[in-house]
T-cell receptor, first 116, second 111 residues
Framework: NAGVTQTPKFQVLKTGQSMTLQCAQD?????MYWYRQDPGMGLRLIYY???????DKGEVPNGYNVSRLNKREFSLRLESAAPSQTSVYFC???????????????FGNGTRLTVT | KNQVEQSPQSLIILEGKNCTLQ??????????LRWYKQDTGRGPVSLTI?????NTKSNGRYTATLDADTKQSSLHITASQLSDSASYIC??????????FGTGTQLKVEL
């Protein structure tokens, strides 16, 4: 079982460049999430998609856009990368957002992004 | 403001020893508390969930406790193994299904 797959694993960008982080899950989950993890800070929610066709801002959405391409795929785009976006990005999924407080998040293994 | 604080920040123990990690939270209202294990270079994986009515729950060598009155949880690891070396993250679910993450405790188990 693949679970949640993220690509690429590593990426180096120059300031101002753009890129898209890809995420796909094979667990038939409705809800998908993008987090960033920085040293000394807890995981912070960037955007989420409660179900196919919907997306909502999380705690730190500035500088990012998302697309829920279909039920399986949820991508994160950086239109003009900045050094402050250097981080490890995790995609996660779970069965559904509403009434799902007992369901754990299933995480991918992350994309390590450096912006110089 | 909802907060989750974990201690210690890092910990080194010898293989076979026990250890206890702490999580204090100020999230309100409280739905549940979950412990995740994050191996280096991997995403977090759920270890156990504690709901309001639960005081203690075990998952193999891991035992989690919850004191909802004092808003504290602990994760006790018994007979530690090298594979227990990881970051342990406490996550509290509050109102509106909002998650608040702790910064984690980095555990290293040495021979």
């Amino acid at each position: 079982n693949a679970g949640v797959t993220q690509t690429p694993k590593f990426q180096v960008l120059k300031t101002g460049q753009s890129m898209t982080l890809q995420c796909a899950q094979d667990m038939n989950h409705n809800s998908m999430y993008w987090y960033r993890q920085d040293p000394g800070m807890g995981l912070r929610l960037i955007y989420y998609s409660a179900s196919e066709g919907t997306t909502d801002k999380g705690e730190v959405p500035n500088g990012y856009n998302v697309s829920r391409l279909n039920k399986r795929e949820f991508s994160l785009r950086l239109e003009s990368a900045a050094p402050s976006q250097t981080s490890v990005y995790f995609c996660a999924s779970r069965p559904r957002e509403a009434s799902s407080y007992n369901s754990p998040l299933h995480f991918g293994n992350g994309t390590r992004l450096t912006v110089t | 403001k909802n907060q989750v604080e974990q201690s210690p920040q890092s910990l080194i123990i010898l293989e076979g020893k026990n250890c206890t990690l702490q999580c204090n939270y100020t999230v309100s209202p409280f739905s549940n508390l979950r412990w995740y294990k994050q191996d280096t270079g991997r995403g977090p994986v759920s270890l156990t969930i504690m709901t309001f009515s639960e005081n203690t729950k075990s998952n193999g060598r891991y035992t989690a406790t919850l004191d909802a009155d004092t808003k504290q949880s602990s994760l006790h690891i018994t007979a530690s193994q090298l594979s227990d070396s990881a970051s342990y993250i406490c996550v509290v679910t509050g109102g509106g299904n909002k998650l608040t993450f702790g910064t984690g405790t980095q555990l290293k188990v040495e021979l």
